[in-house]
């Protein structure tokens, strides 16, 4: 094969990986996007959120817990059962729409409370056994908060968890296939490498002289 044949296989081929390149970079970028403004913009809010100040909004609810399914929880209580009864579960859906097939339960014996975290705010729900006499009480910290949550992955569910984790491995492949664009363009573009270099020392810099 002579020099002018291999030159041209060398060129095709690097041409041909740089092509795979830029549409894994373009593919990532765009599936990754609104999640990169979403944490890139809640990475702001919550490094200044002594800055940022909102007044919680609680509301409170009450309402009275029908009598079989009060029946069913006084049971719940006295057995000892880690799950709540399916009547006051179905109760529950219905009079304020919460979803506790499985939640934290804290039995007393004459109290239930029910701890009901959510993002950008808090929820809690306690009935009285002898009673049946329920209290709802939600707390709203605005929006700001509910996005930072988001950002942090703080009682969003499963869901939410699983797509952080692909978020993130759509983030490698973004920066890895950018990385490799650099170095084919590197030849070209003396300030490549620099550059590069640059973003790699000012964080380090920052945390060995700033960060204690």
Known sequence: MSETTTATATVSQRAGWLKTLHLWHW???ALCLMG???FS????TLNHAAQIE???RIST???EVPPAALRELRAAAEGGAPDLPPAF??????TWHIDAASPAAEWAPDELYLPLPRPGGDAWLRVDLGSGAAEYEITDRGWISYLNDLHKGRHTGL??????DLFAVLCLLFSITGLLILKFHAVSRPLTWPMVGLGM?????LVLLFVH
């Open 27 to 29: 593919i990532s970028s």
């Open 36 to 38: 990169m403004l979403l």
């Open 41 to 44: 913009v809640t990475g702001i």
């Open 54 to 56: 909102a007044a919680p």
């Open 61 to 63: 609810l009450h309402a």
């Open 89 to 94: 579960s179905a109760w529950l859906q219905r």
């Open 159 to 164: 869901a939410w968890s699983w797509f952080i």
């Open 201 to 205: 020392l000012m964080p380090a810099l």
